[in-house]
């Protein structure tokens, strides 16, 4: 449009709408919640500022940090540690995703089939997607309670609930993927009489496989932020280890103990997402 | 095997893709289906493998009725179904030579589909994959990905996956829409030779001058068979009559308006035609 007519513009239906009904409503809402929040939570900026002076000698305790031998194999180990039960748990996860995503997939059914047939795919479908999610709108840290009453402390039930969590997570991701793939060459497999299996396999899966390798170190990076929290529920890990120092006011030695920890997570960040970005879709 | 539609009708939503229609086909036949876009040429074909759901009428294949037939004996008919698409609908990340394995899907029993997944094709099906992408000329493709081949590479990959499937029926949706002439030429050949083996032949094409080489041509306007019978017997007005009204053929239609008239825009035509 090379030279605008006001004057044709009114015609078509007047200024351009700024503000409407449903924009100001929206604004109202959130505002609402934020004041009402506010005073909920007791949020204080004031109280943020005079409690600076704690705030600070505690920071200025952990300085420097403790470098001695002892406290440096303590983090290796718990590093390592929460290394193990974070690719454990994805990995597990991973495993019991994949056949609990492949059967809570809404594929289309075939075309004439019964009620009866449908009525008898349904069951499976929602049998999984309920599995799915309950492991995954249940916290990790709350699986980790769970498992530390039921096992005992130590990694291994920290593991078992970043492999739960991780099942739900990873498996409504999955389907998701699996129920967004181009679906042409699934019907033109099913057109050849290729069965829901064969289908699943060759036309859906491949079609899915780099974003499934994706979600799934994620998942992994997302594993080694809670598997540092876990610790403090006694589910093993270099949480575990803070927490022991905190309570021991070993200032140096948590601020030795949440460096590496930054390091880690930072480095595994990097890591996955250089080989997301070399995944070839 | 003999093709047989009886009054079917199909409609998506308020819109009526096929309307009353009508077909035989004997077996070995060879039929060019033609009409305009959206004349409902890709909904027969999907009719013909009961991927659609029929309003009214039936769909026989092989003297068997398709829409009535239970699971497994509806995996047995589409088995000998061969398909080949305009947009040739392979899986892209698999390699070429699975593509063409994947011809043998209908054959395959579940276990025998997951130990194909698992360790690849047998030794005999290996065998005729590679015979099949010989014959297309892309023997040396076999374990690329789809995806990095060209359009007509591809499509002679999904020709390759007849080979080795056999059919009885082939269906080909405007599979020459997206290909050079030299692989236009290449595929119609490899689907006469499929014809001359005995399987029956259903084409959809836009091309005109290519459905004037088949011996029957059907023409369907509007969902309704507006022509059937013998290329020579198929006259320019009648041609003309069928293509009126084309988007694309709009050689007798008005010059179009920038400004569409906006009750024109909501018919929402373009998602029956596109399929």
Same mark, same amino acid.
């Given at each position: 449009?090379?030279?605008?007519?006001t004057?044709q513009?009114?015609?078509?239906?007047g200024?351009?709408p700024?503000?409407?009904?449903?924009?100001?409503l929206?604004?109202?809402?959130?505002? +609402?919640l934020?004041?009402?929040?506010v005073?909920g939570?007791?949020?204080?900026l004031i109280?943020?500022?005079?409690g *600076?002076?704690?705030?600070e000698?505690f920071?200025s305790?952990?300085?420097?940090?403790?470098?001695?031998?002892?406290?440096?194999?303590t983090?290796?180990a718990?590093?390592?540690?929460?290394f193990?039960?974070?690719f454990?748990g994805?990995?597990?996860?991973?495993?019991?995703?994949?056949p609990?995503?492949?059967?809570?997939?809404? *594929?289309?059914?075939t075309? +004439?089939?019964?009620?009866?047939?449908?009525?008898?795919?349904?069951?499976p479908?929602?049998?999984?997607?309920?599995i799915?999610?309950?492991?995954?709108?249940v916290p990790?840290?709350?699986?980790?309670?769970?498992?530390?009453?039921?096992?005992?402390l130590?990694?291994f039930p920290g593991t078992?609930?970043?492999?739960?969590h991780s099942?739900?997570?990873?498996g409504k991701?999955?389907?998701?993927?699996?129920?967004?793939?181009?679906?042409?060459?699934?019907?033109?497999?099913?057109?050849?009489?290729?069965?829901g299996?064969?289908a699943?396999?060759?036309?859906?899966?491949?079609?899915a496989?780099s974003?499934?390798? #994706?979600?799934?170190?994620?998942?992994w990076?997302?594993?080694?932020r809670?598997?540092?929290?876990?610790?403090?529920?006694?589910?093993?890990?270099?949480g575990?280890q803070i927490?022991?120092?905190?309570n021991?006011?070993d200032?140096p030695?948590v601020?030795?103990?949440?460096?590496?920890?930054?390091?880690?997570?930072?480095?595994?960040?990097r890591?996955s997402a250089?080989?997301?970005?070399?995944?070839?879709? | 095997m003999?093709?047989s539609?009886?009054?079917?009708?199909v409609?998506?939503?308020?819109?009526?893709?096929?309307?009353?229609? #009508?077909l035989r086909?004997?077996?070995g036949?060879?039929?060019?289906?033609?009409?305009?876009?959206?004349a409902?040429?890709?909904t027969?074909?999907?009719a013909?493998?009961?991927?659609?759901?029929?309003?009214?009428?039936?769909?026989?294949?092989?003297?068997r009725n398709?829409y009535?037939? %239970?699971?497994r004996?509806?995996?047995?008919v589409?088995?000998?179904?061969?398909t080949i698409? @305009?947009?040739?609908?392979?899986?892209?990340?698999l390699?070429?030579?699975v593509?063409v394995?994947? +011809?043998e899907i +209908?054959?395959? =029993?579940?276990?025998?589909?997951l130990?194909?997944?698992?360790?690849? %094709?047998?030794?005999n099906?290996?065998?005729?994959?590679? *015979?099949?992408l010989?014959?297309?000329?892309l023997?040396?493709?076999?374990?690329v990905?789809t995806?990095?081949? #060209?359009? =007509? @590479?591809?499509?002679?990959?999904?020709?390759?996956?007849?080979?080795v499937?056999?059919?009885?029926v082939?269906?080909?949706?405007?599979?020459f829409a997206a290909v050079?002439?030299?692989?236009?030429?290449?595929v119609?050949?490899?689907?006469? #030779?499929?014809n001359? *083996?005995?399987a029956?032949?259903?084409v959809?094409?836009h091309?005109?001058?290519?459905?004037r080489?088949? %011996?029957?041509i059907v023409?369907?306007?509007d969902?309704?068979?507006?022509?059937?019978?013998s290329?020579?017997?198929?006259t320019?007005e009648?041609?003309?009559?069928?293509?009126?009204?084309d %988007?694309q053929?709009?050689?007798?239609k008005p010059?179009?308006?920038?400004y569409?008239?906006?009750a024109?825009?909501?018919?929402g035509r373009?998602?029956v035609?596109?399929?």
């Amino acid at each position: 449009m090379a030279s605008p007519h006001t004057e044709q513009r009114t015609t078509i239906g007047g200024a351009l709408p700024r503000y409407n009904w449903k924009m100001s409503l929206t604004i109202l809402v959130v505002l +609402g919640l934020t004041g009402w929040s506010v005073w909920g939570t007791e949020f204080d900026l004031i109280e943020l500022l005079t409690g *600076a002076a704690p705030a600070e000698r505690f920071v200025s305790e952990m300085f420097p940090p403790d470098l001695s031998l002892a406290t440096l194999q303590t983090t290796g180990a718990g590093i390592l540690e929460t290394f193990q039960m974070s690719f454990l748990g994805a990995f597990i996860g991973a495993l019991v995703a994949l056949p609990l995503a492949a059967i809570g997939t809404e *594929a289309a059914p075939t075309v +004439g089939a019964s009620t009866g047939e449908r009525l008898l795919r349904a069951i499976p479908y929602h049998v999984a997607r309920f599995i799915l999610n309950v492991f995954r709108s249940v916290p990790d840290i709350l699986w980790a309670l769970i498992f530390v009453v039921a096992l005992g402390l130590g990694p291994f039930p920290g593991t078992l609930a970043l492999a739960v969590h991780s099942a739900g997570v990873l498996g409504k991701l999955y389907s998701e993927t699996l129920e967004a793939v181009p679906s042409r060459p699934v019907e033109a497999l099913r057109a050849t009489g290729a069965d829901g299996l064969g289908a699943f396999l060759f036309g859906r899966l491949p079609q899915a496989a780099s974003p499934f390798a #994706s979600l799934s170190l994620y998942q992994w990076e997302c594993n080694i932020r809670s598997a540092t929290i876990l610790g403090f529920v006694g589910a093993g890990g270099i949480g575990q280890q803070i927490l022991i120092s905190m309570n021991l006011f070993d200032y140096p030695k948590v601020a030795t103990l949440v460096g590496a920890t930054i390091i880690v997570v930072l480095l595994v960040d990097r890591f996955s997402a250089a080989v997301r970005r070399r995944l070839v879709y | 095997m003999e093709v047989s539609l009886e009054k079917i009708s199909v409609t998506f939503g308020k819109e009526q893709a096929i309307r009353d229609v #009508s077909l035989r086909s004997e077996p070995g036949e060879m039929v060019a289906v033609i009409g305009a876009s959206g004349a409902g040429k890709s909904t027969l074909f999907r009719a013909l493998t009961r991927s659609v759901p029929l309003s009214s009428g039936s769909v026989e294949i092989g003297g068997r009725n398709l829409y009535e037939l %239970p699971k497994r004996e509806l995996k047995g008919v589409r088995r000998n179904i061969g398909t080949i698409y @305009q947009a040739y609908n392979l899986v892209p990340q698999l390699p070429a030579g699975v593509n063409v394995a994947l +011809g043998e899907i +209908g054959g395959m =029993g579940r276990m025998d589909a997951l130990r194909t997944f698992l360790t690849g %094709p047998g030794a005999n099906l290996t065998h005729r994959v590679r *015979a099949a992408l010989e014959q297309v000329g892309l023997g040396e493709y076999a374990a690329v990905r789809t995806t990095n081949l #060209s359009g =007509g @590479q591809q499509q002679r990959v999904a020709v390759a996956r007849l080979l080795v499937q056999r059919p009885s029926v082939v269906l080909a949706d405007e599979p020459f829409a997206a290909v050079d002439p030299v692989t236009t030429e290449k595929v119609l050949e490899t689907l006469t #030779s499929l014809n001359g *083996a005995g399987a029956t032949l259903l084409v959809n094409l836009h091309d005109v001058e290519i459905a004037r080489r088949f %011996p029957r041509i059907v023409a369907l306007k509007d969902g309704r068979v507006a022509y059937d019978g013998s290329s020579e017997a198929l006259t320019e007005e009648k041609l003309a009559e069928i293509y009126r009204g084309d %988007p694309q053929g709009a050689e007798d239609k008005p010059e179009p308006s920038p400004y569409p008239d906006p009750a024109r825009i909501t018919e929402g035509r373009d998602g029956v035609a596109a399929h």
